[in-house]
C-alpha cells in the first residue's frame, strides 16, 4: 500500500494590512495594486505608495519588476520602497530580509547603478507550431561593452551575457534599438502622413 501526501497551496494570498503609525504595510503578492490603494486610502487621507497606474495588476510582480508609477520622480519606484519581504525558498524555509541576506533582497529591490537601464518584454511566441512564451531583456548602459559585462557576470550571472549580445551606438542608435524601430526615417513617420526633414 502507498500513502501519498499532498500539500495545497493557497495561491490566493491577497491580505493587507496597513499600519498609519509607522507609515507601513505588509502586503501579501496576489494583492492587486488597487485593492493596496484601497486599504491606504480607508486608513489615511495623506498617505500614499508608489506604485504604478494599472490597478488591476498583482503587487508580487509588479514590485518586483520596479513599479514605475506618477510618483517616481519623488519617491523612485514600488521596489525602491520595499523595506522587508517573506519568500518561500526551495526547502520551504520561510526567509525575511535579516535571513534570505541583503545579495537575495537586493534582487526584489531592483537596485541597479543609474548608467543601467534593463525592461523586461514578455511575449507570445510561435515555436515550432506550439504557443510559447518569450522574455526578451532589454537594456541599455550608458557606457562600454567591457564594463557592462563585469556589471551583468556580478549582478545577473544567470543571463550568461557575452560581448555578442551587446551593440555599441550612439544615443539614436539606441533609441531605435528600445522602439523597435528598423531606421531613423521612421520616427518621422506619424499617423496618416510622413514629415518632411527639416520641416
Not at 488591476?56 to 514590485?63: D, I, L, S
Not at 523586461?120 to 557606457?143: A, C, D, M, P, R
Request: proline share 3%.
Amino acid at each position: 500500500m502507498h500513502v501519498c501526501t499532498f500539500i495545497v497551496i493557497d495561491l490566493n494570498l491577497c491580505s493587507i494590512s496597513v499600519d498609519v503609525s509607522t507609515q507601513t504595510a505588509w502586503v501579501q503578492s496576489g494583492a492587486t495594486i488597487g485593492e493596496l490603494a484601497y486599504m491606504i486610502a480607508e486608513k489615511s487621507k495623506i498617505l500614499g505608495f508608489p506604485s504604478g497606474i494599472c490597478p488591476t495588476m498583482g503587487v508580487g510582480g509588479h514590485f518586483s519588476g520596479g513599479g514605475i508609477g506618477a510618483l517616481v520622480r519623488k519617491y523612485g519606484t514600488a521596489a525602491d520602497n520595499i523595506i522587508d519581504a517573506f519568500i518561500l525558498d526551495v526547502n520551504g524555509r520561510i526567509l525575511n530580509r535579516r535571513s534570505m541576506g541583503e545579495n537575495l533582497f537586493w534582487d526584489i529591490r531592483d537596485k541597479l547603478p543609474e548608467d543601467l537601464f534593463i525592461r523586461t518584454v514578455v511575449q507570445l511566441e510561435n515555436w515550432n507550431g506550439q504557443k510559447t512564451i518569450q522574455v526578451v531583456f532589454n537594456s541599455l548602459y550608458l557606457g562600454g561593452t567591457g564594463d557592462l559585462l563585469k556589471l551583468m557576470q556580478k549582478s545577473f550571472p544567470e543571463l550568461g551575457l557575452t560581448a555578442n549580445d551587446c551593440i555599441e551606438t550612439n544615443w539614436i542608435g539606441s533609441v531605435l534599438k528600445l522602439s523597435f524601430t528598423p531606421n531613423i526615417d521612421t520616427l518621422l513617420k506619424r499617423v496618416g502622413r510622413h514629415l518632411e526633414k527639416g520641416s
